[in-house]
C-alpha cells in the first residue's frame, strides 16, 4: 500500500500574518488620525471597521483556514483540503506533474512563507504557508516522484 | 601564501557566481525602457558642460541619483536569478529576486525557443524560452537570457545530434515565404507594430520629431486628398492607413519568417526562421497537438495552404505564427506533412454534412448583408449632413460582410469529417478561413455533440472537438446530420478503447 504523509500550514506564517494585520490597523489609525480628524465621525467609523475586519480575519477566519487545510501526499497522488466552512478538496495525479517551483521568502524558517506551487497538465496546485522543513521535504519527494515516472516512461 | 589563498578564493566565487547567472546584457532588460530619456539629456548635459564634471554633477544630480536606482534596481534583480544547467534538468531561481525555483526536467519541455536580436548577437546572448504542458495559458514557464556556452551546452542536451540520428529537412523557397506574407500580412497586425513602434519609439525619440513626422503625415495626406477631391478626406485617411498598415505587417511578417527551415530529428521538430532577429525552436514531437491546414479563400481558389502545428509554447510570443510548412500545395501538402509528421496520416472524409441546409451557414452573414444598408438608409434619412461617411461607412461595413456570405456559402460544401487510424479530421470554417484539423484521438480531452433549436428541429448537431493542451482552441464544425456525429464518437470512443487495451 502506498504510503500517505500529511502536512499542514505552519503556524508561524499565521503568526506573520497577524504581526501583518497589526502594522497595517496601526497605519490606518494613524493615517485617519493625520488625515480625516476633521471629520470624527467618519474617522472612527473608519478605523472601528478595519480594526474590527483586522481581528476577525486575524482571530477567527485565518485560524479556521490553517486549522482546517491539510496536504496529503502520496507516490500516486496530492491531496488538498482547503477552505472555512465549505471544505473543498482537489486531487492532482502525480504523473500529470510537469514540473516543481519551490517559492521561499527571506528568513522563510522563522516566518513560514514557504510555497509551492505544482505545475500539472494544464493546471496548478498551490501549497501555502510551510515550514521550511515541510516544503524542502515535500519538493524533493515530488521531484524524486517525477523521476521515477520519467524512468518508468521510458 | 594567505593572500595567495584568498585571491584564489575570491577567483572560484567569482567564477561560480557568473557561471550560474544570466549573460550581463540581461541587465539592460531589467531596467526600465524609459531610462533613455534620462540618459539622452543627461549627455547633452555633459556635452554641454564641456565635460565639466563637477557642475554636471551638480547640475544633474537628481537624474543621476534616479539613474543609479534604476541600474541597482536592475542589478539586484540580475545577480539573484541564477540557472544550472543539469544532465537531465534544469534548476532556475526567477521571478522577483529568485524566489521561485524551478526544477524542469528536458523531457517534460514541450518547446525550447531561442531568439536573437542584433544587440544579443554582438554580445553573443540568447534569449530562452521554457515551456511544458502546464501552468497559465499564455505565460512561458521560465525566460532566461544565456550566454553562448550555456546556449551550446543547453541545445547540445536537448537536442543532441549523433552521427547516427538521421535529419529531415524542410525548407521553402524564397518566393513562397513571400506569398506567405503577403497573404497572412493584416491591417490588424501592422497597426499592433506601428503601434507598438511608435510608443516605444516616442518614449526614445524627441517630441518634436514625433510632431514633424505627424505633420508629414497630414500633409501627405493632404495632397493626396486634393488629388482625390471626391473622395471623402476620412476615407482617404483610413484607406492610407490601411495600406500603411498591411505593408508594414506585410514587411514584419517576412522579417520574422524569412529563411524559415523545418528539421525533423528523432521525435524532435527543429524550426529556424527570421531575418534580423534570428529564432530557433525546439519542439518535441509526442506533445504536439495538432496540425491545422488553414486557407483562406483566395488560397482555396488557387489550391494552397499553409500548414500549421499546436505545441504549447511555439508561436505564443512577439505576435509569431506557430508554423510548420509556410505555404505549400494542395497536392504537395500529404509529402510536407510527411516528410515533418510521419505517423501523422491526413485520414478520409467520411461524415459531410451536405448542402440540404446550406442556408445555417450563410444566414448570420447574409442578414449582416441586408441589416447593412437598410440601417445606412435610416442614418441617411436622420442625418443627412453626414451623407458622405455613411455611405463610406456602408462600403466599408456591406464589403467584409458579402465577403463573409462568400466564404460560409463555400464552407457549406467543404465541412466534413473523418476518422482513421486513431486520427480524427475536422474541416471546418472558421470566420473568413478554411481548416482542416487532424487531431491524435488519445489528445482529444472533450467531444461535444450540441443543438441548437433550429437544429434540434431539423436533428442536426454542431461538433465540438477539446484538446488536452493549453495552447489548443476548441475546433468547431457546424452542422452535421445527428446519426453523423454520432457514428464518428462511436469510432473515436472505439478507437481510444482499443489505444486503451
Redesign the interface.
Known amino acids: 500500500m502506498a504510503s500517505i504523509k500529511k502536512y499542514r500550514p505552519s503556524s508561524a506564517g499565521l503568526g506573520v500574518i497577524r504581526i501583518a494585520l497589526i502594522l497595517a490597523s496601526i497605519a490606518v489609525i494613524l493615517l485617519s488620525k493625520r488625515y480625516l480628524s476633521a471629520y470624527p465621525i467618519i474617522m472612527y467609523t473608519v478605523i472601528g471597521i478595519f480594526c474590527a475586519a483586522a481581528f476577525a480575519i486575524g482571530m477567527i477566519l485565518l485560524p479556521i483556514i490553517f486549522a482546517k487545510s491539510t496536504y496529503s501526499i502520496s507516490d500516486e497522488e496530492i491531496q488538498k483540503v482547503s477552505g472555512m466552512f465549505f471544505i473543498s478538496r482537489q486531487f492532482m495525479k502525480t504523473s500529470c506533474i510537469q514540473y516543481i517551483t519551490t517559492v521561499t521568502t527571506p528568513l522563510s524558517k522563522l516566518t513560514g512563507l514557504n510555497f509551492i506551487i505544482v505545475n500539472a497538465l494544464g493546471g496548478r496546485m498551490i501549497l501555502l504557508f510551510l515550514s521550511m522543513n515541510d516544503a524542502l521535504e515535500i519538493s524533493a519527494s515530488l521531484n524524486r516522484t517525477i523521476r521515477s515516472n520519467r524512468e518508468q516512461d521510458s | 601564501m594567505d593572500n595567495e589563498r584568498k585571491r584564489q578564493g575570491a577567483k572560484t566565487f567569482l567564477h561560480d557566481f557568473f557561471k550560474h547567472r544570466q549573460h550581463p546584457i540581461r541587465i539592460l532588460g531589467y531596467t526600465t525602457r524609459s531610462f533613455w530619456l534620462i540618459i539622452i539629456p543627461l549627455t547633452r548635459n555633459l556635452i554641454a558642460s564641456r565635460y565639466d564634471i563637477a557642475s554636471w554633477l551638480k547640475g544633474s544630480w537628481l537624474s543621476i541619483l534616479t539613474l543609479i536606482v534604476i541600474f541597482g534596481y536592475a542589478f539586484i534583480r540580475w545577480a539573484t536569478i541564477s540557472y544550472t544547467i543539469e544532465d537531465?534538468c534544469l534548476i532556475a531561481k526567477s521571478?522577483y529576486f529568485g524566489?521561485?525555483?524551478?526544477?524542469?526536467?528536458y523531457?517534460?519541455i514541450t518547446s525550447v525557443s531561442a531568439s536573437q536580436g542584433p544587440m544579443y548577437r554582438l554580445f553573443r546572448a540568447h534569449k530562452l524560452y521554457f515551456n511544458?504542458?502546464?501552468?497559465l495559458r499564455n505565460g512561458v514557464?521560465i525566460t532566461l537570457t544565456v550566454k553562448m556556452s550555456d546556449y551550446t551546452r543547453l541545445f547540445g542536451i536537448i537536442d543532441p545530434q549523433s552521427a547516427d540520428s538521421g535529419s529531415f529537412t524542410y525548407r521553402p523557397k524564397h518566393s513562397q515565404m513571400l506569398i506567405f506574407s503577403l497573404l497572412f500580412s493584416s491591417s490588424l497586425s501592422g497597426i499592433l507594430v506601428w503601434s507598438t513602434f511608435l510608443i516605444q519609439g516616442s518614449r526614445i525619440v524627441d517630441v518634436q520629431i514625433q510632431d514633424r513626422i505627424r505633420s508629414e503625415i497630414f500633409n501627405f495626406t493632404e495632397r493626396v486628398e486634393a488629388l482625390l477631391s471626391n473622395i471623402p478626406p476620412i476615407a482617404v485617411a483610413v484607406s492610407l492607413a490601411a495600406l500603411a498598415s498591411w505593408a508594414v505587417s506585410f514587411i514584419a511578417i517576412l522579417m520574422r519568417h524569412w529563411s524559415f527551415g523545418a528539421v525533423r530529428r528523432q521525435n524532435r521538430i527543429i524550426i529556424k526562421s527570421g531575418f534580423i532577429t534570428k529564432r530557433y525552436h525546439i519542439l518535441n514531437r509526442d506533445t504536439i497537438v495538432c496540425a491545422d491546414m488553414q486557407q483562406s479563400l483566395l488560397m482555396r481558389i488557387c489550391k494552397i495552404c499553409s500548414v500549421r502545428i499546436v505545441c504549447n509554447g511555439y508561436g505564443k510570443s512577439n505576435r509569431e505564427m506557430n508554423i510548420l510548412v509556410p505555404i505549400t500545395t494542395n497536392r504537395e501538402v500529404a509529402c510536407s506533412l510527411k516528410l515533418l509528421m510521419p505517423e501523422m496520416p491526413i485520414p478520409q472524409i467520411t461524415e459531410r454534412p451536405g448542402v440540404k441546409n446550406i442556408f445555417y451557414h450563410i444566414f448570420p452573414p447574409l442578414l449582416m448583408c441586408i441589416a447593412i444598408p437598410i440601417g445606412g438608409a435610416v442614418a441617411l434619412k436622420l442625418f443627412p449632413s453626414w451623407s458622405r461617411i455613411i455611405r463610406f461607412a456602408m462600403i466599408i461595413f456591406e464589403l467584409p460582410s458579402v465577403w463573409l456570405t462568400i466564404v460560409k456559402l463555400v464552407s457549406g460544401f467543404t465541412i466534413g469529417a473523418g476518422e482513421e487510424n486513431g486520427y480524427l479530421r475536422l474541416d471546418h470554417c472558421r470566420l473568413y478561413s478554411f481548416h482542416t484539423v487532424i487531431i491524435p484521438v488519445s489528445k482529444i480531452s472533450k467531444l461535444t455533440l450540441y443543438q441548437s433549436v433550429p437544429q434540434f428541429l431539423n436533428n442536426r448537431c454542431n461538433i465540438s472537438v477539446q484538446c488536452?493542451?493549453?495552447a489548443a482552441k476548441k475546433y468547431i464544425a457546424k452542422n452535421f446530420p445527428m446519426e453523423q456525429a454520432e457514428r464518428l464518437h462511436g469510432k473515436m470512443s472505439g478507437e481510444q478503447s482499443a489505444q486503451a487495451g
Open positions: 537531465d521571478g524566489l521561485l525555483e524551478s526544477k524542469i526536467y523531457d517534460k511544458t504542458n502546464s501552468g514557464d488536452s493542451s493549453l
